[in-house]
């Protein structure tokens, strides 16, 4: 969901999405996604290395997995969103989906915070 939200509200910026333990996109997260107008059914998340993570101007990690284990970042260029992972989210259909949306909607306005500052900080337009 970062990865799709990032590409559509941060263009001008390369937007990878990466794991530690890379798997298919899950099926609520296009669902939450496709409500937007944003479709990342053909996304896929990457493993990336430690040279690959050298490359990067600014990591953004988001759920305490993530955090824990990743290898280890640069502080400088290491932001991380502590935000509930929604695959971990027991319940209904119904429930899962609004905790899908719900982290959705968290991941956005991060995304917009960060903007905000590439705007103010970097002249980014």
């Avoid at 319940?91 to 899908?100: A, N």
């Amino acid at each position: 969901m970062a990865e799709g939200l990032g590409k559509k509200y941060l263009p001008g910026y390369k937007i990878s999405s990466a794991e530690t333990n890379p798997e298919i996109v899950n099926p609520f997260s296009i669902k939450v996604m496709q409500k937007i107008g944003i479709d990342i059914s053909k996304h896929q998340s990457k493993k990336i290395n430690n040279d690959q993570l050298n490359k990067f101007d600014l990591l953004i990690t988001l759920c305490g997995d993530a955090k824990d284990t990743c290898p280890i970042i640069n502080g400088d260029k290491h932001i991380h969103w502590d935000i509930d992972d929604p695959e971990k989210f027991k319940g209904s259909k119904k429930e899962v989906t609004l905790k899908f949306s719900e982290i959705r909607d968290i991941i956005f306005n991060h995304i917009k915070l960060l903007k905000d500052k590439l705007n103010k900080y970097k002249g980014f337009k």
